[in-house]
Structures are given as structure tokens and as C-alpha cells.
């Protein structure tokens, strides 16, 4: 068999699939899936000669799912700079800007404050009188006095970014499930975390992409419960406490212990009527939770 037979056998029987090269520039700049900006480590298809770019791993699968003509559609108006999420300014095109996660939410509801420093002077809360505590669209932050609030109201943005790092590097440890919250599709691709973290209103979300950030965001309350659930069956069977993180009786001793997850963390009661305490100073009994936990060796912060 020559040479040419035996590509076009690989060819049509599915063995060989083209890839675009690194140096590759992907032909379009919003992810055909999501309409999201696409990420340089997501990786590109090649179609037809032509690099295609995504927002992450994820929408490929879905990409190679479409028929030719609708491939061929989208890589027409990605060369015009037309691709969905696009918009025009001029004569030019450009993405969308995406809107920041604290600015715009359909939930109600104030998530506590679960770091235990300031952001603005690293100080610890409580180190110079009771922390002074602020809402921003829904999402609470503590400062140590009130010149630091004149400093993170000065840039926000730079500041909340700062919060969701730490916020994500200590509540990723408590995360509960290796699968995307909104599809169920897996958070790894070959062992590689291809994550799309989101911290909404002081807690951690995993997602698979941009498109499922939409879809969370469009009814964070149903997602929210889901996650509560889930940390709180992988928690449960193990608790590490047998009494009340506010009370201290006996759990059990006024009927079935109340439960509430915060930051990650399942917390349980002996009645509800302790759990306004925690809400007013959940880091107090964070600190409780993570102390019990980490002497059974587990949940264990990074060094």
C-alpha cells in the first residue's frame, strides 16, 4: 500500500485526526460554544487548515460534535471577525467585555466574610477592635478600621480578585465533587484540572466553562443548594465534633441536630436558634472546623 492510500484509510476510518499546530493563531477570538473569550491553554481544532481557539477543553468535545456545514459556517464568520459574542465598534470587532462576578446577581442573599485578615493591611480581624464589616452587591467584606475601606473602595476590582485567590485556595480543599456543577462533565481532561473557578459572593463554584458560569449566575440559588448538599453528605459521615460548634451540648441532646455549610464547611447545631452566632463571626468557627478536622489529618491547608 503507498503512501496516499494509507492516509486516506486512517483518514476515513476515524484513526487520524489533524491538529493545529502551537504556532497556530487561532482563527477566531470568542469560543464557538460558550461565545466567551478563548484561553490560549484550552488548546485549538484544526478545521479545514484553519485553527479554531476555545474558552477550555470542554466545548472541543462539543465543537467535534457539530456537522461540517455548521463548522464551516462559524470559521466563515470568524475570518470576518462576525463570530457570535462579538461586537462592533467601527469597522472593527472586538470581544464582549465580561461583566465581573460581584457586580450583577439574580440571589439575594449576604455571604459572610471567610477570610480571617483584613485584605487592605493583612492585619488580622479583630487586631485592632471589632472588624467593620461592608456589603458590596450582595457580597460582604471586613476590614480592620475604616481607613482600609477608603483603600479598597479606591479599586475594588484589584481588591475582590485578591479576596477570590485566597478564597479559592481555602475553600478548594472542602470542595466536594471532580464534576462540573451545572453539566456533571469532569473537572480534569487527563489528569490536567481544567477548572473554571468562580467565587460567587464569598464561595467557591468549579466549573467547566464560561457558558456554565451563564447558566449558574442565571439561578445561583438551585446550583448553590446542590453544592451545599453534596459538601455536606461528604462531611457528615465523618464530622469531627460530637457537640454543638456554638453551644457545646451534646448534638443530639435537643433532638436532631441543624446543619448549615459555610465556606465549604459543614457545620451542625443543637438547635437553629445558634446559628445567627455563626453568621455574625464565622471565622471564629471556621477556625473550630478546620482545627478539628485537620487533627484526623484530614482538609489540610497548603503550606
Same mark, same amino acid.
Given at each position: 500500500? /503507498?503512501?496516499?492510500?494509507?492516509?486516506? =484509510?486512517?483518514? &476515513?476510518?476515524?484513526?487520524?485526526?489533524?491538529?493545529?499546530?502551537?504556532?497556530?493563531?487561532?482563527?477566531? +477570538?470568542?469560543?464557538?460554544?460558550?461565545?466567551?473569550? &478563548?484561553?490560549?491553554?484550552?488548546?485549538?481544532?484544526?478545521?479545514?487548515?484553519?485553527?479554531?481557539?476555545?474558552?477550555? !477543553?470542554?466545548?472541543?468535545?462539543?465543537?467535534?460534535?457539530?456537522?461540517?456545514?455548521?463548522?464551516?459556517?462559524?470559521?466563515?464568520?470568524?475570518?470576518?471577525?462576525?463570530?457570535?459574542?462579538?461586537?462592533?465598534?467601527?469597522? $472593527?470587532?472586538?470581544?464582549? %467585555?465580561?461583566?465581573?462576578?460581584?457586580? @450583577?446577581?439574580?440571589?439575594?442573599?449576604?455571604?459572610?466574610?471567610?477570610?480571617? &485578615?483584613?485584605?487592605?493591611?493583612?492585619?488580622?480581624?479583630?487586631?485592632?477592635?471589632?472588624?467593620?464589616?461592608?456589603?458590596?452587591?450582595?457580597?460582604?467584606?471586613?476590614?480592620?478600621?475604616?481607613?482600609?475601606?477608603?483603600?479598597? %473602595? +479606591?479599586?475594588?476590582?484589584?481588591?475582590?480578585? *485578591?479576596?477570590?485567590?485566597?478564597?479559592?485556595?481555602?475553600?478548594? $480543599?472542602?470542595? !466536594?465533587?471532580?464534576?462540573?456543577?451545572?453539566? #456533571? %462533565?469532569?473537572?480534569?481532561?487527563?489528569?490536567?484540572?481544567?477548572? /473554571?473557578?468562580? =467565587?460567587? *459572593? /464569598?464561595?467557591?463554584?468549579?466549573?467547566?466553562?464560561?457558558?456554565?458560569? $451563564?447558566?449558574?449566575?442565571?439561578?445561583?440559588? @438551585?446550583?448553590?443548594?446542590?453544592?451545599?448538599?453534596?459538601? +455536606?453528605?461528604?462531611?457528615? @459521615? #465523618?464530622?469531627?465534633?460530637?457537640?454543638?460548634?456554638?453551644?457545646?451540648?451534646?448534638?443530639?441532646?435537643?433532638?436532631?441536630?441543624?446543619?448549615? =455549610?459555610?465556606?465549604?464547611?459543614?457545620?451542625?447545631?443543637?438547635?437553629?436558634?445558634?446559628?445567627?452566632?455563626?453568621?455574625?463571626?464565622?471565622?471564629?468557627?471556621?477556625? &473550630?472546623?478546620?482545627?478539628?478536622?485537620? @487533627?484526623?489529618?484530614?482538609? *489540610?491547608?497548603?503550606?
Amino acid at each position: 500500500m /503507498n503512501r496516499l492510500c494509507l492516509i486516506t =484509510v486512517l483518514v &476515513i476510518g476515524g484513526l487520524f485526526t489533524p491538529t493545529a499546530s502551537a504556532d497556530d493563531k487561532p482563527v477566531n +477570538a470568542m469560543c464557538p460554544i460558550s461565545k466567551e473569550p &478563548i484561553a490560549a491553554t484550552a488548546g485549538t481544532v484544526d478545521h479545514k487548515g484553519q485553527a479554531v481557539g476555545f474558552c477550555c !477543553p470542554a466545548c472541543i468535545r462539543m465543537f467535534k460534535a457539530w456537522d461540517e456545514p455548521r463548522r464551516d459556517k462559524f470559521v466563515a464568520l470568524a475570518k470576518r471577525g462576525e463570530e457570535p459574542g462579538r461586537r462592533t465598534s467601527g469597522r $472593527r470587532s472586538r470581544p464582549a %467585555e465580561s461583566q465581573p462576578a460581584s457586580t @450583577k446577581s439574580a440571589a439575594k442573599l449576604t455571604f459572610a466574610y471567610p477570610l480571617d &485578615i483584613c485584605i487592605i493591611s493583612g492585619a488580622k480581624l479583630a487586631s485592632k477592635g471589632d472588624p467593620i464589616v461592608r456589603e458590596y452587591d450582595g457580597r460582604e467584606v471586613r476590614f480592620c478600621c475604616g481607613g482600609c475601606i477608603r483603600r479598597f %473602595e +479606591a479599586d475594588p476590582a484589584t481588591h475582590f480578585k *485578591k479576596i477570590d485567590e485566597l478564597i479559592i485556595k481555602d475553600q478548594l $480543599r472542602y470542595y !466536594p465533587t471532580r464534576q462540573c456543577l451545572v453539566t #456533571g %462533565e469532569p473537572l480534569f481532561e487527563g489528569g490536567k484540572d481544567t477548572t /473554571n473557578n468562580v =467565587v460567587y *459572593k /464569598n464561595r467557591l463554584v468549579r466549573l467547566c466553562c464560561r457558558m456554565c458560569e $451563564r447558566k449558574f449566575k442565571a439561578d445561583p440559588d @438551585k446550583y448553590l443548594a446542590m453544592l451545599d448538599k453534596a459538601a +455536606a453528605d461528604a462531611q457528615r @459521615k #465523618g464530622y469531627p465534633l460530637d457537640t454543638c460548634l456554638v453551644a457545646g451540648g451534646s448534638l443530639g441532646s435537643m433532638g436532631s441536630p441543624t446543619e448549615m =455549610v459555610v465556606a465549604g464547611r459543614l457545620m451542625r447545631f443543637c438547635c437553629a436558634g445558634c446559628e445567627p452566632k455563626v453568621k455574625k463571626d464565622p471565622v471564629k468557627y471556621l477556625a &473550630i472546623v478546620d482545627k478539628a478536622w485537620q @487533627k484526623r489529618g484530614k482538609f *489540610k491547608p497548603e503550606r
